[in-house]
């Protein structure tokens, strides 16, 4: 049995951020906060620090020279040890636009990895698979696999949830499919969420989808017809659709900190969910490499199409878009990490997993100095290590 106490200036709990103060962790689990010292335990001394929720990433490609196309268990728990380092306790591994049965054996993969883990492993959790893709159209296919884009398909994605032992929690598409709506509605009532973008839909073509049950948008802005004052498009209907959740690359290059603070005023912080959109590449050295069945170049902290004729993706780690999201005045730390953690857990259907600090718990967070520098993470009360 292990037993201690975090004593630190801040600590962001679901109701409210508390502080000064003490949060129990007993065996790997969070117990309760106190502001009253606890007798006769260990206590780890903070500072001023801030405690909060473990950073879950609901987009990323993969880490570290690993990707989801690899179809390898062990690569993406490497990649998982990787990302707990720089602060990402919990992750969606996220497909790319494909052949049918390569996302399944992707999916497969996935779910082994998961399943492979001893109760030890310090990487970060897999509470769900992110398929991205492939039920998109042409226009602003971005860096998915135009080989392989088609309508929407239930029986195909049955077939990728038999293979992934139930862990897909979020399928993307393109509304304007007609064959979309009754996509949206059949996942949703199997709890899957459905997520909007790589699309040229019009403002009623998505709000139908948003009608048939669709909650989240994938990276707005990115892939999508943007806002137009006599046709919304997707851009207007992430700001506006009620009840809805917007994914936002948070590296501000792929949305500039402008845009980033107009989609959080519009739809409120508590709905914009913080993410990576991170290719394999994420954590390595500039040069050429693989992604989603194309070649890429890594340059000048961005991923690239190999012709440098369009972003590929981003190899931002969750940390810094928190951190990024401070800097540019455009929400509070509070404000950040829960978007990083809570909103972002929430939006996928996995908040009962991971996402929030609550006794019974696993015991995953991240600790920031004031300036949302990222200090320490640990996964089961147990510190991971800093790169």
Same mark, same amino acid.
């Given at each position: 049995?292990?037993?201690?106490?975090?004593?630190?200036?801040?600590?962001?709990?679901?109701?409210?951020?508390?502080?000064?103060?003490?949060?129990?962790?007993?065996?790997?689990?969070?117990?309760?906060?106190?502001?009253?010292?606890?007798?006769?335990?260990?206590?780890?001394?903070?500072?001023?620090? %801030?405690?909060?929720?473990?950073?879950?990433?609901?987009?990323?490609?993969?880490?570290?020279?690993?990707?989801?196309?690899?179809?390898?268990?062990?690569?993406?728990?490497?990649?998982?040890?990787?990302?707990?380092?720089?602060?990402?306790?919990?992750?969606?591994?996220?497909?790319?636009?494909?052949?049918?049965?390569?996302?399944?054996?992707?999916?497969?993969?996935?779910?082994?990895?998961?399943?492979?883990?001893?109760?030890?492993?310090?990487?970060?959790?897999?509470?769900?698979?992110?398929?991205?893709?492939?039920?998109?159209?042409?226009?602003?296919?971005?860096?998915?696999?135009?080989?392989?884009?088609?309508?929407?398909?239930?029986?195909?994605?049955?077939?990728?949830?038999?293979?992934?032992?139930?862990?897909?929690?979020?399928?993307?598409?393109?509304?304007?499919?007609?064959?979309?709506?009754?996509?949206?509605?059949?996942?949703?009532?199997?709890?899957?969420?459905?997520?909007?973008?790589?699309?040229?839909?019009?403002?009623?073509?998505?709000?139908?989808?948003?009608?048939?049950?669709?909650?989240?948008?994938?990276?707005?802005?990115?892939?999508?017809?943007?806002?137009?004052?006599?046709?919304?498009?997707?851009?207007?209907?992430?700001?506006?659709?009620?009840?809805?959740?917007?994914?936002?690359?948070?590296?501000?290059?792929?949305?500039?900190?402008?845009?980033?603070?107009?989609?959080?005023?519009?739809?409120?912080?508590?709905?914009?969910?913080?993410?990576?959109?991170?290719?394999?590449?994420?954590?390595?050295?500039?040069?050429?490499?693989?992604?989603?069945?194309?070649?890429?170049?890594?340059?000048?902290?961005?991923?690239?199409?190999?012709?440098?004729?369009?972003?590929?993706?981003?190899?931002?780690?969750?940390?810094?878009?928190?951190?990024?999201?401070?800097? %540019?005045?455009?929400?509070?730390?509070?404000?950040?990490?829960?978007?990083?953690?809570?909103?972002?857990?929430?939006?996928?259907?996995?908040?009962?997993?991971?996402?929030?600090?609550?006794?019974?718990?696993?015991?995953?967070?991240?600790?920031?100095?004031?300036?949302?520098?990222?200090?320490?993470?640990?996964?089961?009360?147990?510190?991971?290590?800093?790169?």
């Amino acid at each position: 049995m292990t037993k201690y106490a975090l004593h630190a200036s801040k600590f962001v709990l679901p109701s409210k951020v508390a502080g000064p103060g003490y949060l129990l962790v007993e065996d790997g689990k969070f117990g309760f906060y106190s502001d009253v010292a606890p007798e006769g335990i260990d206590v780890i001394e903070l500072g001023n620090r %801030w405690v909060g929720p473990g950073l879950v990433d609901t987009h990323i490609h993969g880490f570290h020279n690993h990707a989801t196309t690899d179809k390898d268990a062990a690569g993406i728990n490497d990649a998982s040890l990787a990302l707990a380092k720089l602060g990402t306790t919990a992750w969606l591994p996220t497909t790319f636009t494909d052949d049918v049965e390569a996302i399944g054996d992707q999916c497969a993969s996935i779910y082994e990895a998961n399943a492979s883990r001893e109760d030890s492993f310090l990487g970060a959790r897999i509470p769900g698979i992110f398929l991205e893709g492939p039920f998109f159209t042409e226009k602003y296919k971005g860096a998915q696999n135009p080989k392989y884009l088609t309508a929407p398909s239930y029986d195909d994605f049955a077939s990728w949830q038999a293979k992934a032992h139930g862990l897909i929690k979020k399928s993307a598409l393109a509304p304007e499919y007609p064959e979309a709506p009754a996509y949206v509605a059949q996942l949703t009532a199997e709890g899957v969420v459905t997520a909007l973008g790589h699309s040229d839909a019009t403002f009623a073509q998505t709000m139908r989808c948003v009608e048939a049950g669709s909650t989240v948008f994938v990276h707005t802005y990115n892939g999508m017809r943007g806002l137009h004052h006599r046709e919304p498009g997707l851009v207007g209907a992430a700001m506006v659709a009620p009840d809805t959740y917007a994914e936002l690359i948070c590296d501000g290059r792929h949305v500039v900190p402008g845009a980033c603070e107009a989609l959080v005023r519009a739809k409120g912080w508590d709905h914009v969910a913080l993410i990576t959109d991170c290719l394999a590449c994420g954590g390595m050295p500039e040069g050429n490499y693989m992604s989603g069945g194309l070649p890429v170049v890594l340059k000048d902290g961005l991923c690239w199409l190999a012709d440098m004729s369009a972003i590929a993706g981003s190899v931002l780690t969750l940390a810094k878009g928190v951190k990024n999201m401070v800097d %540019w005045n455009i929400v509070s730390p509070e404000q950040a990490i829960r978007m990083g953690s809570q909103v972002a857990a929430v939006s996928c259907n996995v908040g009962d997993v991971c996402g929030f600090i609550m006794p019974g718990r696993n015991a995953d967070f991240n600790v920031f100095d004031p300036d949302m520098t990222l200090y320490d993470t640990y996964i089961g009360g147990v510190s991971v290590g800093r790169e």
